[in-house]
């Protein structure tokens, strides 16, 4: 089992900045993709960025520019840089993790709990 812990959010000001951090802990072998995903009041969760273990990262287009996403494969975290950021940015932000299971059998998706990210106009 994964469990991802994810710290960072709170309020700001629309142009500030925010960072998230999510951590990886538990039994499993390896973490493969790491990203985050958000949902705003009434949408769907839509994917904001993903890093793969190895590769080049992905991002949305509403971000592109002014969010960046890297991970520290020794901590087994992700980190969501967001600069620039925007009342549409406002959100529940969530990390998702892909992990291969200790004995190398399964692979599963794991999410956090989710963090508040709320950008005032």
């Known amino acids: 089992q994964v469990q991802l812990v994810e710290s960072g959010g709170g309020l700001v000001q629309a142009g500030g900045s925010l960072r998230l951090s999510c951590a990886a802990t538990?039994?499993?072998?390896?973490?493969?993709?790491m990203g985050w995903f958000r949902q705003a009041p009434g949408k769907q969760r839509e994917l904001v960025a993903v890093?793969?273990?190895?590769?080049?990262?992905r991002y949305a287009d509403s971000v592109k520019g002014r969010f960046t996403i890297a991970r520290d494969n020794a901590k087994n975290t992700v980190y969501l840089q967001m600069n620039s950021l925007k009342p549409e940015d406002t959100a529940v932000y969530y990390c998702?993790?892909?992990?291969?299971?200790?004995?190398?059998?399964?692979?599963?998706?794991?999410w956090g709990q989710g963090t508040q990210v709320t950008v005032s106009s």
């Open positions: 538990g039994s499993f072998f390896r973490i493969n993709n």
């Open positions: 998702n993790a892909d992990a291969l299971s200790a004995d190398r059998l399964t692979l599963k998706d794991y």
């Open positions: 890093i793969p273990s190895g590769g080049s990262t």
